[in-house]
């Protein structure tokens, strides 16, 4: 009795070890088959480190060589809140090896998550003095600093990066494909605090290629030199220049002010960054006559000598129009063609306009290339307006050949110029080289037309409104505008709110350059032959013989 119970004791016994051991190694398969994948992966993530190799951003160069943007081997500081031992002693050691606030570092620290920055773009010494702090949960990855070693030189127009070293507007972003690069990549083995101990994969990018714009380093400085000091002697609000060489469509220089520092581009005002010369529009005013004048030249309803009868008032519909300065002026007087240009006649303008008609005037805007993007290689570009056909009113004949109810880009009126410097030939500007590559072009004027225009732009600075833009030396041929900007309330313009302009060229038989100013909102004068012909003066002094263009004549 006692045996039997003895042994039926023991099979139970070990009846219920076979049952367990089954249990157990079923378990065992479950997890190493089953959930294998999974653990091993989870494994991996506390041990397997993959890590991002950046690859070098491309150098953007002036036309000369000089380097504009370039890129540094830098650091991140980086945090597994996850494994940091005390965060706010963490935060206190770190903070005197990063230059941070311990308030700023410890949001990082205690974010609930497993990865978070804690500085970005450290120089690799810093982050080296960091890592042998030693502190659990802190560790140092590569990455790259963009760098603009001139500082305030043209940052509108290279625009910058953000911290993933994406290009964020001007050249770095329309070229972000370009200067980027590919990525490497980096695989290891590494321990809690992040340490290395076994390198699997370590595989280098490719950098980014670099570019040389048709900039012209030098130019670009005294454009931007001569706009500041224009825009605090006459209280305005911010002002562009362009410099083209008319021949070839090559942009020497895009200026704007104020300026700002592109290496610390998040510190300023958004309002600065933007490239006017592009990105912006306005009605020019005056310096639109020229479009009138070349429809009626082309047309061969005058001559540069044909003589109109005019009043010093002239009436469409409803709307009267006056000379800009109509004091002293005989009720009637006879102006030639070139005499309308050079004395900025809003009366005579007018009266070729009607003569051109409103499909006249529209086919040579057209071909001029308002309403519509130069095609420059620069994003953000607008594309100006002309009224179409269909939205004329009874006025419209009024105002749009002297520059009123269109708006144009700086950069726009600036390549219109350049056909009539260029024979009657209009360039797609451009802003990074490529020799390979033609330049699309078309004719805009006959080579007749374009020479009387030019001829009769020399009238304009001769014995015109814009003398203030003579060049010892050099004949200058241009047109003054003095626009004043629409109502921002209701209809009508707001005498007080203008845009002083001058666009030229020179030298005038021969040009080389052409350069356009434009000021926004002068307080203290008015007048584009007062305001901005005289900073155009200082920009083509300073081009001319900074690229050694000899003189028309002996200078004065």
């Not at 990525?183 to 280098?204: A, V, W």
């Not at 005013?285 to 000598?305: D, H, I, N, Q």
């Not at 109109?308 to 002026?329: C, F, M, N, P, Y």
């Amino acid at each position: 009795m006692g045996l039997r119970h003895t042994n039926r004791r023991l099979r139970t016994s070990v009846g219920f070890v076979l049952f367990s051991l089954v249990l157990l190694l079923s378990r065992a398969v479950y997890i190493q088959v089953v959930q294998g994948a999974e653990y091993s992966q989870a494994a991996d993530r506390q041990y397997l480190r993959e890590v991002e190799m950046p690859a070098l951003r491309g150098l953007i160069y002036d036309r000369e060589g000089a380097q504009l943007a370039v890129s540094e081997k830098a650091a991140m500081v980086v945090a597994n809140p996850h494994q940091v031992e005390g965060a706010q002693e963490t935060a206190k050691q770190l903070s005197p090896v990063l230059g941070m606030p311990e308030q700023d570092i410890l949001p990082a620290l205690q974010a609930d998550k497993g990865f978070s920055y804690v500085a970005r773009k450290v120089e690799r010494s810093v982050a080296e003095r960091a890592l042998s702090l030693k502190l659990p949960g802190i560790q140092v990855r590569p990455e790259d600093k963009r760098v603009y070693p001139k500082g305030t030189l043209a940052p509108q127009l290279l625009g910058y990066v953000g911290n993933e070293n994406k290009g964020l507007a001007g050249l770095e972003l329309e070229y972000n494909e370009v200067l980027a690069g590919d990525s490497g990549e980096r695989k290891y083995i590494g321990d809690r605090t992040g340490r290395s101990l076994d390198i699997l994969i370590d595989q280098g990018g490719r950098e980014g290629h670099s570019l040389t714009l048709t900039l012209d380093e030098d130019i670009q400085w005294q454009a931007e030199q001569v706009l500041l000091e224009t825009v605090q002697k006459y209280g305005a609000k911010r002002a562009t220049a362009v410099v083209l060489d008319p021949t070839t469509g090559e942009v020497l220089a895009m200026a704007n002010a104020p300026l700002f520092d592109a290496n610390r581009y998040s510190e300023t005002d958004p309002a600065l960054w933007r490239n006017m010369a592009v990105t912006d529009q306005y009605e020019p005013g005056s310096t639109f006559k020229l479009v009138t004048v070349a429809a009626a030249l082309e047309r061969g309803l005058v001559t540069p000598e044909t003589k109109l009868r005019l009043q010093r008032t002239i009436k469409v519909w409803d709307k009267e129009v006056g000379e800009a300065h109509s004091d002293g002026l005989p009720l009637i007087r006879n102006l030639s063609v070139t005499q309308i240009l050079a004395q900025s006649s809003n009366v005579g303008t007018i009266t070729l306009g009607k003569m051109v008609k409103k499909e006249g005037l529209l086919d040579m805007a057209r071909r001029f290339g308002f309403g519509e993007k130069t095609g420059i290689d620069f994003p953000g570009e607008v594309r100006g307006d002309i009224p179409p056909a269909d939205k004329w009113s009874g006025t419209t004949i009024a105002n749009l050949p002297i520059g009123q109810g269109v708006a144009v880009t700086p950069l726009q009126l600036a390549v219109a110029y350049a056909a009539i410097a260029n024979d009657g030939v209009l360039m797609q500007p451009y802003l990074v080289e490529n020799k390979h590559v033609k330049t699309p072009s078309h004719r805009v004027v006959s080579s007749e037309v374009a020479a009387q225009l030019r001829q009769m732009l020399t009238d304009t600075v001769s014995d015109g409104t814009g003398h203030a833009a003579k060049v010892p030396g050099y004949v200058v041929a241009g047109k003054t505008g003095t626009a004043e900007k629409p109502k921002e309330h209701g209809r009508g313009y707001d005498t007080d709110r203008v845009v002083a302009s001058f666009v030229g060229m020179v030298p005038a038989s021969d040009p080389r350059l052409v350069i356009l100013v434009c000021i926004d909102e002068p307080t203290l004068q008015h007048l584009g032959g007062a305001v901005a012909a005289p900073a155009f003066a200082k920009i083509a002094d300073f081009a001319l013989k900074h690229l050694e263009i000899p003189p028309e004549r002996p200078a004065k």
